[in-house]
């Protein structure tokens, strides 16, 4: 069916929903980073501290376990290994992070400080406060959530397997 107002990214009605998907993802992360950085700088004091170090610091308690670069990349979904290494110095010297003992295995591996832990214990409380303030029932917004996350993970896996494909050629 033809659409009222053509536009280069949604020909159709899927190209459509999923350009407005898109885009509502783009502006979903953009607002979410900036909250994250407000809360951030809000806890620390420490207006250099980003939302991407947020991210790294919440993949290096993930679990409770130290982790490798590696760790935190196949977490994040990136593959910027400088801007990563220099996230995790940025949270050492703020003293959020450190260096693990070192045990078996090859690499450095980096753990979560008291003093991250309990930022990040704080940002989860902040976290608890903000959904307190969603406007819709907890069951529904849990199904929400769960087929959200389903779809967003189905597109990521495809826009990576097409980006790892067209490198290749």
């Known amino acids: 069916r033809p659409m009222k107002t053509p536009m280069h990214l949604g020909r159709s009605e899927l190209e459509l929903a999923l ?43 993930l679990g409770e376990r130290s982790k490798t670069l590696a760790d935190i990349q196949h977490f994040t979904n990136r593959g910027d290994t ?3 290494q220099y996230g995790v110095r940025k949270l050492i010297r703020a003293g959020l992070a450190k260096v693990a003992k070192k045990t078996s295995g090859r690499g450095t591996r ?10 990040t214990d704080e940002y989860i409380r902040s976290r608890q406060d903000f959904i307190a303030k969603i406007p819709t029932d907890r069951k529904t917004l849990v199904r929400d959530l769960k087929s959200a996350t389903r779809l ?18």
């Open 19 to 61: 350009f407005e998907y898109q885009h509502g993802v783009i502006c979903f992360m953009e607002a979410f980073y900036r909250h994250m950085e407000s809360q951030l700088v809000r806890l620390t004091g420490d207006p250099q501290i980003s939302a991407q170090d947020c991210v790294i610091l919440h993949a290096i308690r």
């Open 152 to 169: 967003t993970l189905m597109l990521t896996g495809l826009y990576d397997h097409v980006s790892r494909t067209e490198a290749a050629l």
């Open 110 to 119: 980096y753990e979560i400080t008291a003093k991250g832990r309990a930022l």
């Open 82 to 84: 400088p801007n990563i």
